[in-house]
T-cell receptor
Framework: SQTIHQWPATLVQPVGSPLSLECTVE??????LYWYRQAAGRGLQLLFY??????ISSEVPQNLSASRPQDRQFILSSKKLLLSDSGFYLC?????????????FGQGTRLTVV | AQTVTQSQPEMSVQEAETVTLSCTYD???????LFWYKQPPSRQMILVIR??????QNATENRFSVNFQKAAKSFSLKISDSQLGDTAMYFC???????????????FGQGTILTVHP
């Protein structure tokens, strides 16, 4: 069966420090991968998505970047964090050619920038 | 671009009663999926129910059912026999049924916090 792992679960970082959040998927190949952010416990906003290795699309301009160095690995990064980067970050994957389309989510990372 | 609107920031219901959460959306697409996701205090996103736009029959999953009105672009969730474990934030979400890079992207509503009281 397929599983998605996301870490760390919580992170407290000072303003101006770098960031690296990692997401990996097991049990499938060539998944579509997504990073969402949930601010202040409300709706989720799509930040980045990837349909293959090295292919990254950004949905909103921001201080963050994403990379996909391997088929089942998706990384969210920042060189210098801002206070406004605080939030809950969720990685998700969607299987291709599935009869029961849905997005599967990781357990999330709560990022607090201080 | 698609938009999803949940007009009820918070709802409450007594245990064993029925509650309906509202969702409206706007799209020019004809082929798409609609979802309700549940986010309990653990923050894990859990799929509650899925509806394919081409299906006229409303989806049901045990105590959960939807009222899908395609022409009105409305997609409400009914929870019957509410249980304490249903307490969570509920998100309505839209996904185009399209190939290529558009596939799989979700547009979420702002969420409704549901509290089930004993």
């Amino acid at each position: 069966s397929q599983t998605i792992h996301q870490w760390p679960a919580t992170l407290v970082q000072p303003v101006g420090s770098p960031l690296s959040l990692e997401c990996t998927v097991e049990g499938t190949s060539n998944p579509n991968l997504y990073w969402y952010r949930q601010a202040a416990g409300r709706g989720l906003q799509l930040l980045f998505y990837s349909v293959g290795i090295g292919q990254i699309s950004s949905e909103v301009p921001q201080n963050l970047s994403a990379s996909r160095p391997q088929d089942r690995q998706f990384i969210l990064s920042s060189k210098k964090l801002l206070l406004s980067d605080s939030g809950f970050y969720l990685c998700a994957w969607v299987p291709l050619l599935s009869l029961n389309t849905e997005a599967f989510f990781g357990q999330g990372t709560r990022l607090t920038v201080v | 671009a698609q938009t999803v609107t949940q007009s009820q920031p918070e709802m409450s219901v007594q245990e064993a009663e029925t509650v309906t959460l509202s969702c409206t959306y706007d799209t020019s697409e004809n082929n798409y999926y609609l979802f309700w996701y549940k986010q309990p205090p653990s923050r894990q996103m859990i799929l509650v129910i899925r509806q394919e736009a081409y299906k006229q029959q409303n989806a049901t999953e045990n105590r959960f059912s939807v009222n899908f009105q395609k022409a009105a672009k409305s997609f409400s969730l009914k929870i019957s026999d509410s249980q304490l474990g249903d307490t969570a934030m509920y998100f309505c979400a839209f996904m185009k049924n399209a190939g290529g890079t558009s596939y799989g992207k979700l547009t979420f509503g702002q969420g409704t916090i549901l509290t089930v009281h004993p």
